[in-house]
């Protein structure tokens, strides 16, 4: 069934670069300090006059301009936790390709899950976003672009396919005169982003494409993620929330489904504990590791990742590691530091 068979409403048509580029964000993450509050959450009380005619004392950030990297991240994430959102199935069904006029560029045929962007403006404002594929960087900026498109946000120009700029690897595949007029990679300076892009280029391939959480450089309790696959967290399985893969149906209600749980998330202060009163008591299982690993498993097949429509007054226990757990995680980590020495300087 083609994708306008199937009823769909929102199918679009997005360019995207024949060849694959540089992923657009090396890890870990760029801070970015929000300048809202997520809804609900109670911003800091005004000091007294009293206070106020004492000198400032040096504020968390000023202290992480100066090197203190760490502090930053705790700072960021008492302001707005991290929503880690899969592209492919998760937000969208990538239906074909075919060639575009311009060598450089193809056509991609895509259905847009129902409610996504009403969906998307809103983790937009709750959260710090990053979108995380296991495609490569090409098909992921021209999905990151569409997706600003229907969350209603100005699009960023460094995931624009139109951009004269990281079609190559590197400037030597070009020549010197258009290699004057290309950039290579965003600057975080001044390209203007809605949400930070991670690509294939940034899975743990080793260990099935794992989409590691501690690659970020955020603080973990502040981290939740959203993936059709479970082996995106199937070693931060207090963090990860499985949604039913989407292949284009027009009734899918799945995200707005998600949202009661997203709000409850970024009003809490600590992002996985809440995630805990949204899970059932058999949840326990999947704090052991190598059952989340094992393909065969309760765990993997049924449990890993399922949370509840409501709300839950106790949490489920806090989290038991597992005798294997240790190794698993630190297996993670070998690969993690290979991969991405600079994430743990």
Wanted: aromatic share 6%; glycine share 4%; net charge negative.
């Amino acid at each position: 069934m083609s994708a306008l068979e199937t009823g769909t409403q929102d199918v679009r048509i997005v360019l995207a670069r024949r060849r694959n580029h540089r992923a657009h964000w090396t890890v870990p993450l760029p801070i970015v300090v929000p300048t809202e509050m997520p809804l609900g959450r109670k911003a800091p009380e005004s000091r007294s006059k009293k206070e106020s005619s004492k000198p400032p004392k040096k504020t968390e950030l000023q202290r992480q301009r100066n090197g203190d990297m760490v502090g930053l991240i705790k700072c960021v994430a008492r302001k707005k936790h991290t929503l880690v959102l899969d592209i492919d199935h998760t937000l969208l069904a990538f239906c074909e390709r075919w060639d575009h006029e311009n060598s450089r560029l193809e056509n991609r045929l895509v259905i847009l899950r129902p409610h996504v962007g009403a969906f998307l403006k809103e983790m937009h404002e709750l959260f710090e976003v990053v979108l995380w594929t296991a495609s490569n960087a090409s098909h992921g900026g021209a999905m990151t672009t569409l997706l600003e498109e229907a969350a209603g946000l100005q699009p960023s120009a460094c995931y624009d396919a139109t951009v004269p700029w990281g079609f190559f690897d590197s400037p030597e595949l070009v020549s010197a005169d258009e290699a004057a007029t290309m950039r290579f990679e965003p600057d975080v300076d001044r390209d203007r982003v809605n949400w930070c892009l991670l690509t294939a280029e940034h899975v743990l391939e080793p260990m099935n494409k794992m989409k590691f959480i501690p690659i970020l450089g955020r603080d973990a309790s502040s981290v939740i993620m959203i993936d059709d696959n479970v082996r995106s967290f199937t070693l931060t399985p207090r963090a990860g929330v499985k949604i039913n893969a989407f292949y284009g149906k027009a009734t899918d209600s799945e995200l707005d489904g998600l949202l009661p749980m997203l709000r409850a998330v970024a009003n809490a202060d600590n992002a996985v504990e809440e995630l805990d009163h949204w899970r059932q008591d058999e949840y326990v299982k999947c704090d052991n590791f190598e059952d989340n690993m094992n393909l065969r498993t309760e765990a993997r097949k049924c449990i890993l990742g399922a949370v509840l429509s409501e709300r839950r007054n106790e949490p489920i226990p806090a989290l038991v590691q597992s005798t294997g757990n240790e190794t698993l995680t630190h297996i993670a980590m070998k690969h993690a530091k290979l991969l991405f020495p600079q994430a743990f300087d």
